[in-house]
């Protein structure tokens, strides 16, 4: 059982009856998982609220000091490999895989402790613990601030081995008004439906090498991450080649979409000074439509002409129902006041789920260079992930899948100290999920 620091009471008091742990289990039917939405809403101090689905006459909230936070958040982005103001991203990852909390058991497990005691209520943590006791799983659906939208919820904990991936499945809460827009639709799914599979695309004017070149360098016939989008056969659109392709544009991938059940995208994704300019690079030329403007030879594909079309020729995006961005910082959403980045704009255009990243992904070829206790075994640990994220969008249940493999992961790191298990890869992912919206009835 995790045992979570105390948190100064920092607001009103509340009744004794009401914070003690147990109580979340009372009127939670038999058979029924318990789902709890949690919210983090920057102020002077931070906000905390969260309800649970079988309780919804009893939210839960309590404030943070914001001295309590800073320092502790501060720290957490120190060990991130995504620039800090005044950084490159060569800096940050020199900085992050040299000396960064999260490759040091020690210090990432410091680290886990004191974001659990500075961010954690006293309260979620005794209803957590109660429902592990009861062998109860709950689902945390969780809507960070822009302060702490790099949070991994999976880390936090403060016993010596057990996370919060080992105690709940985590997933990324979105604005209701856009879970619950009525003018939304989700498309479908199935297990026989196409994937269109976008891995590695050559930007036009970038060398391999380069900001925007190879993510994944050359990729084996017979490794396990070609094995593994062989398996996809003839569901996986456009058939050819599947790795390093120079012919998928913003065209052909609304062409590969149609129909599809998934995206599975390994590429780059930059981000902008505001959410709606997060950009996802294909093999789009300086010609291709749209309003975003080009980087030399290329156009990038922005999340506003995703979600909203651009210019002339250029009309929205029909997404599929399950959208994976193995990329970094694909998952920026809610870092912005408006979080309305790449994550938002496939929800808004029909996806249910969406798979992307809270920071920088390293590669494995800077892996290798930057961690010198690596060497050649960081072969592997990008792909692992891709293949893990590929696996669990086949699931049934994409957050819960994804989540048995970071807990493994999780077992290997604070068992091994093995940096090849570090969180520093696993722990970038979260997925969003935002079902069907639900109509209300009409009035006659």
């Not at 544009?249 to 609304?254: E, G, I, K, N």
């Not at 789920?353 to 930057?370: F, I, K, Q």
Request: hydrophobic content about 40%; some cysteine; charged content about 20%.
């Amino acid at each position: 059982m995790s045992n979570w620091r105390q948190l100064p009471d920092l607001g009103a008091p509340l009744p004794l009856a009401r914070t003690e742990g147990a109580a979340v289990l009372l009127d939670l039917p038999d058979g029924e998982r318990p789902t709890a939405r949690l919210r983090f809403v920057d102020g002077d101090d931070l906000f905390v609220s969260w309800v649970w689905e079988h309780q919804r006459s009893s939210p839960r909230m309590t404030l943070i000091a914001r001295d309590l936070v800073a320092p502790v958040l501060d720290r957490l982005a120190r060990a991130l490999p995504s620039p800090l103001p005044g950084e490159s991203g060569v800096d940050a990852l020199t900085r992050a895989l040299t000396h960064g909390d999260l490759l040091d058991p020690e210090r990432e497990q410091e680290l886990a402790g004191m974001l659990t005691a500075a961010l954690i209520p006293q309260w979620l943590g005794a209803e957590l613990d109660a429902l592990e006791e009861a062998g109860l799983r709950p689902h945390l659906r969780i809507q960070l601030s822009p302060s702490t939208a790099q949070l991994p919820w999976e880390l936090l904990s403060t016993s010596g081995r057990e996370r919060g991936v080992d105690m709940a499945d985590a997933s990324v809460l979105l604005p209701a008004t856009l879970r619950n827009d009525p003018s939304r639709s989700v498309s479908p799914w199935s297990p026989s439906s196409p994937v269109a599979a976008v891995l590695d695309p050559v930007v036009p004017g970038f060398s391999d090498t380069s900001e925007l070149g190879s993510v994944l360098g050359p990729v084996s016939p017979d490794s396990p991450l070609a094995l593994a989008i062989d398996a996809l056969g003839r569901r996986r659109m456009p058939q050819g080649d599947a790795f390093r392709r120079a012919d998928i544009d913003r065209t052909a991938l609304a062409n590969a979409l149609d129909g599809a059940g998934r995206l599975l995208y390994v590429g780059h994704v930059t981000a902008s000074t505001h959410a709606l300019d997060a950009r996802l690079h294909l093999s789009d030329g300086a010609d291709a439509p749209g309003d975003t403007p080009p980087i030399g030879a290329h156009r990038p594909y922005s999340a506003a002409e995703i979600a909203l079309g651009g210019g002339v020729g250029l009309p929205p995006l029909t997404a599929p129902n399950r959208v994976a961005l193995i990329a970094c910082d694909s998952g920026t959403d809610l870092r912005f006041a408006e979080p309305t980045g790449l994550v938002a704009a496939f929800l808004h255009r029909g996806a249910e789920y969406v798979t992307a990243t809270r920071w920088t992904l390293p590669t494995e070829a800077g892996l290798r260079r930057l961690v010198p206790a690596l060497g050649d075994r960081a072969e592997g640990m990008l792909t692992d992930a891709v293949i893990a994220v590929n696996a669990a969008h086949e699931s049934h249940d994409p957050v819960g899948a994804l989540g048995a493999w970071q807990r493994e992961q999780r077992r290997l790191w604070t068992s091994t100290g093995d940096p090849r298990h570090s969180p520093i890869m696993w722990g970038a992912f979260a997925t969003a999920w935002a079902p069907e919206p639900v109509q209300a009835p009409s009035r006659v």
